[in-house]
């Protein structure tokens, strides 16, 4: 690979031997100074049987490719080479002007200092000597000639980047050392780390070994009771610009608070500091004063800065000899920065610097012009009033390495931490890397609540080294950097004065305010679950207190005694709501959307009722999330405690006059039910239903529209602050509760179980404890309702809404026979809303019976041909048929048939095959009547099968016979199904069922009289094959019944494959046998193509046509053809061979 030439950098790799190049972080090195994935490789030495060993396979295993030439001849190949490997084995090495002008342009040079001394070139300060290994006595005589020096160990590197350099440790330990004199002629050294990424100035590393001096700590232990808060001095400043004045409470301040100095290199961190800043790639001041502006320092805390692109400036006071003018900061911190970064270490240092030069005051002004103030470890605690801080430890110093290197153990651990004063920009004490332990042994969270217990006035907060407190203004927020990390409140107890700590939610994507973070550890009162279990027993259904209301003055709500009377009397037909299983479901597109279309409008306002969970406002940004991102308008009515309470007419005005949405929180249904009746609210959340406010809500704002609901509301951390609670008890004590039934609302007449797919933390199943309450009280059926899903209620209608595509809600209700709850899920396929009754049906089975009575039936004949030449000898039975009628069908023109039998349900969506239909039907607008007997009658069918001809505007009516009691009168049926339809649509389903049920109401002969009349026949599947003279059904499949999920979620997938597909006789009307589904494969794992021609060989009698899925056959009078509804299914003809009697099959053109 050609090496890049756009460097002008000397590159070089110092070896303590060439054995280092072995090591894996040295070949690392080199390869990323080539700035090549495999470079080019040239190893030059002397001779083949050179005595300095290298082995170059080290290179070749990471796909470089290696050559090797002697010193005289390495020329040949610098245009080739990304890096040269110089390693003679004789010391007389000429000077090589070549060599020196390749490492200035881009070309790696690795080779041991002895080398480098020969080959020249200033590659270091010319007072500064390299040497490979550790020979004393040559150290000692080259730091007596006033020369520093810099030692490698064998298997270390000292890798130099033009004037800039780092070291690469090696196995053992191995690093470089620094030897140089101090102030009094005494040699003295210091190792150098080898945890850099990144080179910094060599006069940097050069100043390593030098201490600071013996009076540092001392000086510095001399301010920690100095204040540093700057509120007062910047108030007398007359030099404040009118702009900051203006705009303070808006964005003063915007702080990023890190635990530690390299959460400023996690992802999510580094987001929310962009974000705050308003731009993709903002410009960032680096301060580095607490770290002593090492570059080495700087290099970590704004590498990923770097790295994304932005534009970095350093401002370097912790010297005299560093600091700019007061012009100079001004501008580049008030009018340059767009977020100014502090880096970690000694923050007394830090502020003591600042406000000797002033840069404190220009802080404050910066950040009230909205700069971004970010930083870990003293560049997060030096925003707060005040800091828990290692400022006195005996290593938190410019050069530490010395310290460590002088220093013992015990030495090094011998300090305490201590309480400082810092720029007061956040009014609480600051943490940093709460969740570890000082290297004097005391965890920070310990001695920390030791030090607030002696001075307890200001609330503290704890950073964990991955996480960030987020400031914007008077709101906070924790992010975590690696998703478990998280900030910690520590307030004192007013009752007792201990310390209360609680660790705050790393999953907020908005700040709250600073006020109710300062809440989070204090618990709730002993009372309070005492208090709620007093009210299990509660009635809290909205329409017994109204009524109650009539003989009695209304209480202290002061409502309306005509309002309360028309609430009484309002149609309940209106009532809307979308009840989720969980909060989430809130922020789920597809559940959205039906709240948003309830409404009836695009941007609906919304009313958001927190009372559930406390009224925290935490929760309110997650719940109104996906409403606040459409650009809804958002308000919110707090009643969970009484000093927020609005007066009646302020809630009665936002409630029933405002709102189109009101959404519930999730949270302690119980709790908001108390409150709501405290207040009032109850009435005014009924009358707004009335109104046809569409009522909303996850969990607890879910069941609380119901009459009854299963809840968790004594659960011991289900309390306004529960992370206290999550913080103090024991996971016993947290599991030790149950689950409890308690009175709802009662605007729909069921028990709601939320999180019915979900086991609580006491390790109970809401779905299976849901039944067992049930069967000691079944006279209410239940819904339950799955983390990710809604019950949609528009009326006396509803519907499950899935919000990832997978969740449900379910029914249960008691079995009349043997009182064991009977469960089902519903589908999540239905666009419109059925009625509850037929819902409440759903896990209701056929009888045992059910699929035996059909199999009776498989041989009778319902052709209705036969029934009528029978009818001629013969009164007609029970149907009342009229004689002469039945003359007239007889002797009735059959050539005006027409028929569109599609292969399945879906067909009948499918706009060419409906297009068919309305063409047939001799109208724009045809009048459908519905036939849902196959199905059962369910309404959902009826809503699926129908949609297409209902979105073009038709008008559809539906004609029920499935059960005993729906059936219409013989002449009601006669005027709608042989004067009234244009169109009949049979719905798919058990047609053995459905040709039974028409048989014995007479509906049979009325579908013929309709068809001689010209009314278009139509259906998919059972919908398609009743037309014929026979068929291939399914009509025997267990789950081929009414309530289908009952059985689907009863039988084993091996049960539900138990089935065999049967010929069975139809109406007659057209004949041949239909097979559709014909490209279908059913559950029994059969074919229904293959199944069809096997059946057809021991019957061969009568043709065949398959439908596939998608196409329709269209018959009109003794003619067909096929349709297709996709472009590409179709239908298949298929007879028996004449010759062979095997069967034929073809496809028929579309």
Same mark, same amino acid.
Request: overall charge negative; charged content about 25%; aromatic content about 6%.
């Given at each position: 690979m050609a090496k890049s030439t756009d460097a002008a950098t000397p590159l070089i790799v110092a070896l303590g031997s060439y054995q280092a190049l072995k090591q894996t972080k040295v070949i690392d090195q080199v390869i990323k100074l080539s700035k090549s994935s495999a470079p080019n490789i040239l190893d030059v030495h002397s001779a083949d049987d050179c005595a300095i060993k290298f082995d170059s396979t080290v290179f070749a295993d990471r796909e470089c490719i290696v050559k090797q030439c002697n010193p005289n001849d390495w020329h040949k190949f610098k245009a080739w080479a990304d890096v040269i490997i110089y390693r003679p084995d004789q010391e007389d090495v000429p000077s090589h002007e070549e060599l020196i002008n390749a490492i200035h342009n881009g070309t790696v040079l690795c080779a041991v200092p002895r080398i480098l001394h020969l080959i020249g070139g200033d590659i270091v300060p010319s007072d500064t000597a390299i040497i490979e290994g550790h020979d004393q006595t040559k150290i000692d005589n080259l730091v007596n000639a006033n020369k520093r020096v810099i030692a490698i160990e064998e298997l270390a590197a000292f890798?130099?980047?033009?004037?800039?350099?780092?070291?690469?440790?090696?196995?053992?330990?191995?690093?470089?050392?620094?030897?140089?004199?101090?102030?009094?002629?005494?040699?003295?050294?210091?190792?150098?780390?080898?945890?850099?990424?990144?080179?910094?100035?060599?006069?940097?590393?050069?100043?390593?070994?030098?201490?600071?001096?013996?009076?540092?700590?001392?000086?510095?232990?001399?301010?920690?009771?100095?204040?540093?808060?700057?509120?007062?001095?910047?108030?007398?400043?007359?030099?404040?610009?009118?702009?900051?004045?203006?705009?303070?409470?808006?964005?003063?301040?915007?702080?990023?608070?890190?635990?530690?100095?390299?959460?400023?290199?996690?992802?999510?961190?580094?987001?929310?500091?962009?974000?705050?800043?308003?731009?993709?790639?903002?410009?960032?001041?680096?301060?580095?004063?607490?770290?002593?502006?090492?570059?080495?320092?700087?290099?970590?805390?704004?590498?990923?800065?770097?790295?994304?692109?932005?534009?970095?400036?350093?401002?370097?006071?912790?010297?005299?000899?560093?600091?700019?003018?007061?012009?100079?900061?001004?501008?580049?911190?008030?009018?340059?920065?767009?977020?100014?970064?502090?880096?970690?270490?000694?923050?007394?240092?830090?502020?003591?610097?600042?406000?000797?030069?002033?840069?404190?005051?220009?802080?404050?002004?910066?950040?009230?012009?909205?700069?971004?103030?970010?930083?870990?470890?003293?560049?997060?605690?030096?925003?707060?009033?005040?800091?828990?801080?290692?400022?006195?430890?005996?290593?938190?110093?410019?050069?530490?390495?010395?310290?460590?290197?002088?220093?013992?153990?015990?030495?090094?651990?011998?300090?305490?931490?201590?309480?400082?004063?810092?720029?007061?920009?956040?009014?609480?004490?600051?943490?940093?890397?709460?969740?570890?332990?000082?290297?004097?042994?005391?965890?920070?969270?310990?001695?920390?609540?030791?030090?607030?217990?002696?001075?307890?006035?200001?609330?503290?907060?704890?950073?964990?080294?991955?996480?960030?407190?987020?400031?914007?203004?008077?709101?906070?927020?924790?992010?975590?950097?690696?998703?478990?990390?998280?900030?910690?409140?520590?307030?004192?107890?007013?009752?007792?004065?201990?310390?209360?700590?609680?660790?705050?939610?790393?999953?907020? &994507?908005?700040?709250?305010? *600073?006020? #109710?973070?300062? =809440?989070?550890?204090?618990?709730?009162?002993?009372?309070? !679950?005492? @208090? +709620?279990?007093?009210?299990?027993?509660?009635?809290?259904?909205?329409?017994?207190?109204?009524?109650?209301?009539?003989?009695?003055?209304?209480?202290?709500?002061?409502?309306?005694?005509?309002?309360?009377?028309?609430?009484?009397?309002?149609?309940?037909?209106?009532?809307?709501?979308?009840?989720?299983?969980?909060?989430?479901?809130?922020?789920?597109?597809?559940?959205?959307?039906?709240?948003?279309?309830?409404?009836?409008?695009?941007?609906?306002?919304?009313?958001?009722?927190?009372?559930?969970?406390?009224?925290?406002?935490?929760?309110?940004?997650?719940?109104?999330?996906?409403?606040?991102?459409?650009?809804?308008?958002?308000?919110?009515?707090?009643?969970?405690?009484?000093?927020?309470?609005?007066?009646?007419? &302020?809630?009665?005005?936002? *409630?029933? #006059?405002?709102? =189109?949405?009101?959404?519930?929180?999730?949270?302690?249904? !119980?709790? @908001? +039910?108390?409150?709501?009746?405290?207040?009032?609210?109850?009435?005014?959340?009924?009358?707004?239903?009335?109104?046809?406010?569409?009522?909303?809500?996850?969990?607890?704002?879910?069941?609380?529209?119901?009459?009854?609901?299963?809840?968790?509301?004594?659960?011991?951390?289900?309390?306004?602050?529960?992370?206290?609670?999550?913080?103090?008890?024991?996971?016993?004590?947290?599991?030790?509760?149950?689950?409890?039934?308690?009175?709802?609302?009662?605007?729909?007449?069921?028990?709601?179980?939320?999180?019915?797919?979900?086991?609580?933390?006491?390790?109970?199943?809401?779905?299976e404890h849901a039944e067992e309450m049930m069967k000691k009280d079944p006279t209410t059926p239940a819904i339950g309702v799955e983390n990710d899903a809604a019950l949609v209620i528009v009326g006396n209608e509803a519907f499950a809404v899935s919000g990832d595509g997978k969740a449900t809600c379910h029914v249960i209700v008691p079995c009349d026979e043997t009182g064991e709850m009977k469960s089902a899920p519903l589908p999540i396929n239905w666009e419109h809303p059925i009625p509850v009754d037929e819902i409440l049906d759903f896990p209701i089975p056929a009888t045992a019976s059910h699929l035996e009575a059909l199999e009776e039936h498989v041989d009778t004949d319902f052709v209705v041909a036969e029934d009528i030449a029978q009818a001629i000898s013969e009164p007609v039975n029970n149907n009342d048929h009229d004689q002469t009628n039945v003359d007239d069908i007889i002797s009735a023109d059959v050539s005006q048939i027409k028929i569109v039998a599609s292969g399945n349900e879906r067909g009948m969506r499918l706009q060419p095959i409906v297009d068919k239909v309305v063409e047939l039907s001799g109208r724009d607008l045809p009048k459908v009547l519905y036939v849902g007997t196959a199905s059962f009658d369910r309404t959902d069918k009826f809503s699926q099968q129908t949609q297409a001809f209902r979105d073009m505007g038709c008008e559809i009516r539906r004609l029920d016979v499935s059960e005993g009691e729906t059936v219409p009168t013989l002449d009601e049926m006669k005027e709608v199904v042989t004067e009234w339809a244009d169109v009949i649509m049979g719905s798919g389903g058990n047609t053995l069922h459905a040709l039974l049920r028409w048989k014995e109401v007479g509906l049979d002969l009325l579908l013929k009289e309709a068809s001689l009349k010209g009314v278009v026949l139509c259906g998919g599947s059972a919908g398609a094959g009743c037309w014929f003279s026979s068929l291939h059904t399914d009509s025997l499949r267990p789950d081929n019944t009414k309530n289908k999920e009952h059985v689907l979620n009863e039988l084993s997938e091996e049960e539900l494959a138990d089935w065999d597909y049967t010929k069975i006789s139809a109406l007659g009307f057209v004949n041949a046998m239909c097979v559709p589904h014909f490209d279908a494969t059913g559950t029994n794992g059969m074919k229904r193509s293959e199944h069809a021609e096997e059946m057809m060989k021991k019957d061969p009698t009568t043709p065949a046509i398959g439908v596939e899925n998608d196409a329709a056959l269209v018959i009109v009078g003794n003619e067909a053809f096929a349709v297709s509804g996709d472009g590409k299914a179709t239908c298949h003809v298929i007879v028996p061979c004449d010759e062979t009697g095997e069967m034929k099959s073809a496809p028929l053109p579309i």
């Open positions: 890798v130099i980047v033009g004037e800039n350099a780092m070291t690469i440790g090696g196995e053992g330990g191995s690093t470089c050392h620094v030897y140089t004199q101090d102030e009094s002629g005494e040699s003295i050294t210091g190792p150098l780390p080898t945890t850099w990424n990144e080179p910094i100035p060599i006069e940097e590393i050069l100043q390593f070994p030098m201490p600071a001096t013996a009076s540092h700590l001392d000086a510095l232990e001399e301010h920690v009771d100095t204040d540093f808060v700057i509120a007062d001095d910047v108030l007398q400043m007359a030099a404040l610009d009118e702009e900051c004045a203006e705009n303070a409470e808006e964005v003063f301040p915007k702080i990023v608070a890190c635990g530690r100095t390299e959460t400023l290199q996690m992802q999510a961190i580094v987001d929310k500091v962009l974000e705050l800043s308003g731009t993709d790639l903002p410009k960032v001041l680096y301060v580095g004063t607490a770290s002593f502006d090492r570059t080495d320092r700087y290099n970590v805390c704004t590498k990923k800065f770097r790295e994304i692109g932005c534009e970095i400036r350093r401002l370097d006071v912790s010297e005299l000899d560093t600091v700019p003018t007061m012009d100079e900061m001004k501008k580049v911190f008030t009018e340059w920065a767009e977020v100014i970064m502090c880096s970690g270490g000694n923050t007394l240092h830090a502020l003591l610097r600042w406000k000797d030069v002033g840069l404190d005051l220009l802080m404050k002004e910066a950040s009230l012009k909205g700069v971004v103030l970010c930083g870990g470890s003293a560049g997060a605690g030096c925003w707060f009033s005040s800091l828990h801080t290692d400022s006195l430890r005996p290593d938190n110093m410019k050069n530490k390495e010395h310290v460590k290197n002088e220093l013992s153990e015990e030495e090094l651990a011998d300090w305490d931490y201590t309480k400082i004063s810092a720029l007061g920009f956040v009014d609480a004490v600051c943490i940093p890397h709460f969740d570890k332990a000082g290297t004097n042994g005391v965890g920070r969270e310990e001695d920390a609540e030791r030090i607030l217990q002696e001075s307890p006035t200001t609330p503290a907060i704890g950073v964990d080294e991955n996480a960030a407190l987020v400031v914007v203004g008077n709101e906070a927020l924790a992010v975590s950097g690696d998703g478990k990390a998280t900030c910690h409140v520590i307030v004192p107890c007013d009752e007792t004065g201990e310390m209360k700590s609680a660790p705050l939610p790393i999953n907020w &994507e908005h700040p709250i305010p *600073v006020d #109710e973070i300062l =809440d989070f550890p204090i618990p709730a009162t002993a009372s309070h !679950l005492e @208090a +709620l279990e007093e009210h299990v027993d509660t009635d809290f259904v909205v329409a017994e207190d109204i009524a109650q209301a009539i003989s009695e003055p209304v209480n202290n709500n002061d409502h309306d005694q005509t309002n309360v009377d028309d609430i009484i009397s309002a149609d309940v037909s209106q009532i809307k709501i979308v009840a989720s299983g969980n909060e989430r479901g809130m922020r789920l597109q597809p559940i959205v959307d039906k709240v948003v279309e309830l409404s009836g409008r695009d941007l609906p306002k919304v009313l958001y009722v927190g009372t559930a969970s406390f009224d925290r406002t935490d929760k309110f940004s997650q719940q109104t999330q996906a409403f606040r991102d459409m650009g809804c308008e958002i308000r919110r009515l707090d009643v969970s405690e009484g000093e927020t309470v609005p007066t009646l007419d &302020e809630m009665k005005e936002v *409630v029933t #006059e405002w709102a =189109d949405v009101i959404m519930g929180s999730g949270g302690n249904t !119980l709790h @908001a +039910l108390l409150r709501w009746k405290e207040v009032g609210l109850d009435l005014l959340l009924k009358e707004a239903s009335l109104k046809g406010v569409v009522l909303c809500g996850g969990s607890a704002g879910a069941g609380c529209w119901f009459s009854s609901l299963h809840t968790d509301s004594l659960r011991p951390d289900n309390t306004k602050n529960k992370e206290h609670v999550l913080n103090e008890l024991s996971e016993e004590e947290l599991a030790d509760w149950d689950y409890t039934k308690i009175s709802a609302l009662g605007f729909v007449n069921a028990m709601c179980v939320p999180h019915f797919d979900a086991t609580g933390t006491n390790g109970m199943k809401r779905s």
